[in-house]
């Protein structure tokens, strides 16, 4: 009974976050975790999480455009793995169509809460702070019932009746899904990397790939290798440390220093 609790929880504080972005408890590594960690099977949540963090990596909300909810998938294709006998290769298949169908769930919350929007402007105009905060966190609640409800479902179904219904799958399905996940890390990939890059960072991109070719260094080492780097652009590069002034050139650090400066 704990471990149903402690799972609805964390899925509740998943839905939520997939608003809120304030502790990251959607994404797929931490949601992931904190199921393997409550349900006593961490080593299978991390594995999973960082998985589908993967293939998450480039989901975003642009404009009017929603994207797959990260959170419903992370949360159900866990207890899936933790709780139901299924493999990890078995979960990450399943993210796909599961972050679907929450991608559907997010877009009736949304669309109910236009009315709450509503709702809390009336209470704006007749003064009433408590009104507004009501209606907001009716709003935030509906999120994460949005992920809770479902995981409960899941939670409930007997293990049986899933290891069932993941045996009725078709290899051509579940491999097809396993494929169309890593064109979709691909893809992630491709759009964070057009979100960074610049004249000025593509050096860097080439040499993480000349590095990955070494393989004597492990992900450890390339990360500190990468952390290095990060650390001598932000010494050496003048924006970051003031030193654009190329001899005549105004400062990029305190405006003040260029006119104490003329002085």
């Known amino acids: 009974m704990i471990t149903l609790i402690l799972v609805v929880l964390v899925a509740f504080l998943a839905g939520m976050e997939g608003i ?13 975790t904190l199921i393997g960690l409550v349900t006593g099977h961490l080593t ?7 998985s589908l963090q993967m293939i ?17 998938a992370s949360v159900a294709a866990a207890i ?58 009716i709003a935030l609640a ?56 610049t004249s000025k960072l593509w050096p860097f991109f080439f040499i993480g790939f000349a590095l990955a070719a070494v393989s004597q260094l492990n992900l450890i080492a390339m990360g500190l290798i990468g952390l290095a780097l990060a650390l001598i652009y932000i010494q050496l590069a003048p924006e970051f440390n003031g030193g654009g002034r190329g001899g005549s050139g ?3 650090g305190d405006p003040l220093d260029d006119i104490l400066n003329d002085y």
């Open 142 to 197: 509906l999120q994460g019932l949005r992920i809770a409800i479902p995981a409960a479902i899941v939670v409930s179904v007997s293990p049986e009746i899933v290891t069932s219904a993941l045996h009725a799958i078709p290899d051509v399905i579940t491999g097809g899904l396993a494929v169309a996940g890593g064109f979709i890390v691909a893809v992630g990939y491709a759009m964070v990397i057009n979100m960074m890059a």
């Open 20 to 32: 809120l972005d304030e502790f990251q408890f959607h994404q797929p590594i931490v949601a992931c």
């Open 56 to 72: 998450a990596l480039g989901w975003m909300n642009i404009g009017a455009a929603v994207a797959p909810d990260a959170a419903l």
């Open 250 to 252: 105004p400062s990029q």
């Open 80 to 137: 899936l793995v933790t709780m139901k006998g299924a493999t990890v290769e078995e979960g990450i298949a399943l993210a796909i169509p599961l972050a679907v169908a929450g991608q559907v769930l997010t877009i009736f919350v949304r669309s109910i809460t236009v009315g709450l929007a509503h709702g809390a402007d009336k209470k704006a105009q007749e003064g009433s702070f408590k009104g507004v905060e009501m209606f907001h966190l």
């Open 44 to 50: 299978e949540g991390i594995m999973l999480g960082g």
